[in-house]
């Protein structure tokens, strides 16, 4: 039997609250939700983590390619979110002004601040090579992964 999509972000919801549940360490917990989000969600070609130090966003834990290391704040869908503060859930990459194309096959992005206690951490970027791939449950989804994140970090 397939999950609806909410149904599916129910699941995952408790495995990550029960991956992170107690654990402090921040990159032991982007690794394990990086793993988690590419193994349970559908469609995507890249999950991960880039970390804000010092007015650029290096790389951080991610399941996919090995992707661009350095995105200055401000710059493609993440630095736009990170700059922001602003979640983006992009239909079709290439009409994005400024996309950076990490990996030609990716049509689709979702990005989501991450924040440690009040301060911006960095952003959750997810791709899918399938335009149109995230809409709002997904987002609502993302977000309630973000927040178990930020709480088991803060
Ligand atoms: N496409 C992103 C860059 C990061 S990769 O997708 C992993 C952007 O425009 O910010």
Request: charged share 20%.
């Given at each position: ?36 989000m ?18 650029e ?14 995105i ?83």
């Amino acid at each position: 039997m397939t999950l609806s999509k909410i149904d599916l972000y129910k699941e995952v919801t408790q495995q990550a609250q029960a991956l992170m549940a107690g654990e402090k360490d921040l990159i032991a917990n982007l690794a394990n939700l990086s793993a988690l989000m590419y193994m349970r969600l559908p469609e995507l070609n890249w999950a991960g983590f880039y970390l804000l130090k010092d007015q650029e966003l290096v790389l951080g834990p991610f399941q996919g390619k090995p992707a661009c290391i350095r995105i200055p704040l401000g710059r493609g869908v993440c630095g736009t979110a990170a700059q922001t503060g602003v979640a983006q859930c992009i239909q079709d990459v290439h009409a994005f002004d400024g996309h950076i194309a990490c990996d030609a096959e990716s049509n689709a992005e979702a990005v989501l601040p991450v924040y440690q206690n009040t301060k911006i951490l960095g952003v959750m970027d997810l791709d899918s090579p399938q335009i149109g791939r995230f809409d709002q449950d997904d987002m609502i989804g993302l977000q309630n992964l973000v927040n178990i994140l930020q709480d088991a970090i803060a």
